[in-house]
């Protein structure tokens, strides 16, 4: 059988990023869907009668999402870089939420809606007919066809990624539950994609978990997801309280469905399952060794390959353990724990759960545990359509409930990085942005850390099983909402400086006044700042969620094949700065407040900082494409501390990286390959918008003394922006597990705003053509 290789499918990797678009495709009416926003939970209506539409009008932030003209009117062409900033603000605070947050589609992974879809499906509680029909058209828009990635018929882990079968097999399954039929010929084109890739046996672990408990594939096929883990004690290195939390958050409801091998009550006589049966493998179902395809894998989805370790450790737990060994005591205690811990999450999060993986996993976890009819159950029904996200293209699954805190907390930054915070036109916009900051940060620990023997005052890193293992919460914020419930390093510490940015600033005309009153009281700063500080790793630098809580050496059990670096928590160029420059600012505002350890802090995590350089000048980066996100970041940590192009080698090591890499259009452009392959890898497109702006705000941190390539890439930002101050959607910005990609919409807007701005304050704003 030909199988493809993993990037080399059609030499289209990372083409164009333009849909195809179907006019014959079903379509609900777009002017007849709202965004309803309730404090920072955000959700999709569709309003079906006229007095309906009548009583809830469209908005301007609706339309843009919808792809809608937005009715915005169009400037006079700015001529100087101030000029088009304030262009983009204008246009940008028309997109701010009655809470005051701003939103956007969240899409990019391919495997998110096929877990939730077949979730619905096995427990019977359907989405609506206009979701089904807009996720129809949306999951058909991201097909590779025509020109997008080759136009084998398939599709990838994201949504401009090459054909993989986990993609494909996930999406066309997803299609076919949602009612299209086998022989649409995108649908018969997709299967000949599949086959082209050995078909679904060759799919990685997680196609064939949800392929197993749907009924189309065979327990057997799936490597072992031991609930028993949870039972180690917690010195043991490899105990999954020290996983990365996401990876150890769907190991728990994915051992627990293992466990009971559950399968959709009707496989057998559900007509559907029985035709996927067929539509799915390259051989008769009926004839599959399933045991035998445990291990197989596409070499298209093959990014992490299972290591020695792993593969040994499966065939000890098939052979060995299971049989023998698993005894039902055993069994039935790993159950109850495990069920426990998907508890703790649930109410941590009144059910919102972690992310759109384990979410419909926990959903289903209750649906075992405690039947249709159960509270929970219904509850995470409702919560699942705080994932969903109607765009242009139509209805996708966000990688997360929503970028609410992010997204704003960077937005106040732009606005006060270029000096429009002070502007009265735009204290409204600023106020009520704070305002939603100040609702949404977490006043409260996890349920249970206060009786727990870790607790302390301030709070340490230390968890513990009696609160599911959780960090401590208490002044952090986190990435999305208040709901959602994980404190991040990064996400705490943006939203914490942009407050204490607007909190601070003095009224243009008398410097003993302040600007804007006092939103978050400073008990408040301080509990976020004690949160900041159970942040860092013993490296001196930050990670995601946790400080990392096991050892690298754990990526040896890595069995999600499709991604890489999961295992645990990892030291990040980008966390590590947003704390560090944070806790500067903070210090500067309370000195006498914890100050040697912000000291200790600062001075640790700007050496990392300083020995993550590679011998290029360039960091490499893992939430934002790529070297340019690292880049902007880490030389905002150097700045904090003097270090700039005047008096470092390595913040000179670092312009010269990027500007030996300037397009000759003026900008930058860079490929999400860089984040797959750790090399420098120039965008198809050529520049773009945002990484343009990223390095902008690097070179005017560095305060690099050559004006004119940066000058040409703001001219670049100018001549890209439209008349009524918007910027279009270029190619995918950000990342995830090496692999992923994933949109962030409002970076379009927020960096050029703020590249502009500091360049003007820098350099002066005389005119560019
Ligand atoms: C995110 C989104 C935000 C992101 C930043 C704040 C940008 C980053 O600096 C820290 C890590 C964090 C919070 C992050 C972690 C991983 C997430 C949650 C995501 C990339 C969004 C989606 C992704 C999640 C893992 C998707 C579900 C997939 C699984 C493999 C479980």
Known sequence: MRVRKRGQSNGHGNGSTKPLHKKDDPKTDPYRWRLRNDRGVQTWHYLTTDEEVKQWPITVADKHYLGLGTGLPDFPAARTPMQAAENGLKFFSKLQLEPGNWACEYGGPMFLLPGIIVTLYVTGMPLSQPEQTEIIRYIFNMQNLGNKNGGDGGWGLHIEADSAVFGTAMNYTTLRLLGVSPDDPRMRKARGCLFDLGGALNGPHWAKFWLSLLGVMNWEVVNPVPPELWLLPDWVPISPWRWWIHMRQVFLPMGFIWSKRWVYAKADTDPLIRQLRQELFTQPHDDIAWARYRNAISPADDYNPKSWLLNLVNYLLV?????????????????????????????????????????????????????????????HRERIHDFLWLGKDGMMCCGTNGVQNWDTAFAVQAMYETGFATRPEYHQTLLKAVEFLEDQQFLEHPVGYEQSPVFSDPPTAKTSPQYGYRHV?????????????????????????????????????????????????????????????????????????????????????????????????????????????????????????????????????????????????????????????????????????????????????????????????????????????????????????????????????????????????????????????????????????KSCMISYPNYKFIFPIQALGMYAKQYGDAEID
């Open 319 to 379: 052979l060995v353990w299971i049989p023998y060994l698993r005894l039902d005591w055993l069994v039935e205690r790993a159950e109850r724990w495990s069920w426990k811990l998907i508890q703790m999450e649930d109410a941590n999060s009144d059910f919102a759960d972690l992310a759109p993986v384990n979410s419909p996993m926990n959903m289903l976890a209750c649906y075992i545990e405690e039947g249709p009819g159960a509270y929970s159950v219904r509850r």
């Open 473 to 737: 919460r208490k002044g952090a914020w986190g990435f999305s909402n208040k709901v959602q419930g994980y404190s991040v390093s990064d996400c705490t510490a943006e939203a914490l400086k942009a407050t204490m940015m607007v909190q601070t600033l003095t009224h243009p005309n008398d410097p003993s006044k302040t600007l804007f009153p006092i939103v978050i009281p400073e008990q408040r700063l301080k509990w976020a700042a004690d949160i900041l500080l159970t942040m860092q790793n013993k490296s001196g630098a930050c990670s995601s969620y946790e400080p990392t809580r096991g050892s690298e050496r754990l990526e040896l059990l890595n069995a999600a094949e499709v991604f890489g670096r999961i295992m645990v928590e990892y030291d990040y160029p980008e966390c590590t700065t947003a704390c560090v420059t944070t806790l500067h600012r903070f210090n500067q505002l309370y000195p006498n407040y914890r100050a040697t350890e912000i000291r200790r802090f600062i001075d640790t995590a700007v050496q990392w900082i300083r020995a993550n350089q590679r011998a290029d000048g360039s960091w490499y980066g893992s939430w934002g494409i790529c070297f340019t996100y690292a880049g902007m970041f880490a030389l905002e940590s150097l700045a904090t501390q003097g270090e700039t192009h005047a008096n470092s080698e390595r913040v000179r090591r670092a312009c010269t990286f990027f500007l030996d890499r300037q397009n000759a259009d003026g900008g930058w452009g860079e490929s999400y390959r860089s984040c797959e392959t750790g090399k420098w890898c120039p965008h198809p497109d050529g520049s773009q918008v945002v990484q343009t702006a990223w390095v902008v705000i690097a070179l005017v941190r560095a305060q690099s003394p050559d004006r004119e390539p940066i000058a040409r890439a703001v001219g670049l930002l100018m001549r890209r922006q439209r008349p009524n101050g918007e910027w279009l959607q270029e190619g995918i910005e950000g990342v995830f597990n």
